[in-house]
């Protein structure tokens, strides 16, 4: 068991959880897509095979926080993405619950996480299979849908104590898993350094997660996105 479940101990983690969430929500919905042109959707819906013909193409409507997700974290302008740029202009108070989800956001990471432990009302223990790392995942509703042995493929934002995921992620069944380590995997090198680094740098980081998303997408994972 990695954690032994008590609500008093967990207590001050879902408040602190639930104060970053609502931020987060905050920046995806109302303040980051002013950092975004059309050419960065576009770019990102070719990646995630959604651009038909210069129009984006999307099977449900759940694919839209996908698109979101990768254009906001893996599409980049000068270098930049559109949490770097905020971040740039904001001049945020380091002492600031924003500045503490603006930060976990700038060091955020694709990866694939399978459920080893559910704590009810409070998350998950769940163990990154790309990076040999165990985290507790913060996520009240997830925590009353998780089952063992579950993967997901999901970004996932580092906190000093917990960590959450960006949004939507999406579920890995076993046939889909097997077709990432067999036939995507290989083709980048990861290095295990406490979480999911890509040797190669950013551009190499964001061609995996679409071709992850891309492969989970071809499965029908969208009909079964997990919500956090």
Not at 102 to 117: D, G, N, R
Not at 127 to 142: P, Q, T
Not at 162 to 188: C, K, M, N, W
Not at 189 to 195: D, L, P, S, V
């Amino acid at each position: 068991m990695l954690w032994g479940w008590k609500s008093t101990k967990y207590s001050p983690l879902v408040k602190r959880y639930r104060e970053y969430r609502r931020i987060a929500w905050n920046l995806n919905n109302e303040v980051f897509p002013e950092y975004l042109s059309r050419s960065i959707f576009d770019a990102a819906g070719k990646k995630l095979g959604m651009l038909q013909k210069n129009t984006l193409v999307m099977g449900n409507e759940d694919e839209i926080g996908l698109l979101m997700d990768y254009s906001i974290h893996d599409c980049r302008e000068k270098g930049d993405n559109a949490v770097s740029r905020y971040r740039a202009d904001a001049h945020l108070d380091p002492q600031s619950d924003k500045y503490a989800v603006v930060k976990a956001m700038s060091e955020s990471f694709f990866t694939l996480i399978e459920a080893i432990e559910v704590l009810p009302g409070v998350g998950v223990g769940v163990a990154d299979l790309w990076a040999d790392r165990e985290y507790l995942l913060i996520d009240m509703g997830f925590s009353k849908t998780a089952r063992k042995g579950l993967v997901l493929a999901t970004r996932i934002l580092p906190f000093e104590r917990f960590v959450t995921t960006s949004g939507a992620a999406l579920p890995v069944d076993a046939q889909t898993l097997r077709e990432i380590q067999d036939s995507v995997l290989p083709r980048y090198k990861i290095e295990q350094e406490g979480k999911c680094t890509l040797a190669g740098g950013r551009r190499k980081a964001a061609d995996l997660t679409a071709a992850v998303i891309r492969l989970c997408l071809q499965s029908g994972a969208s009909d079964r996105i997990q919500y956090k």
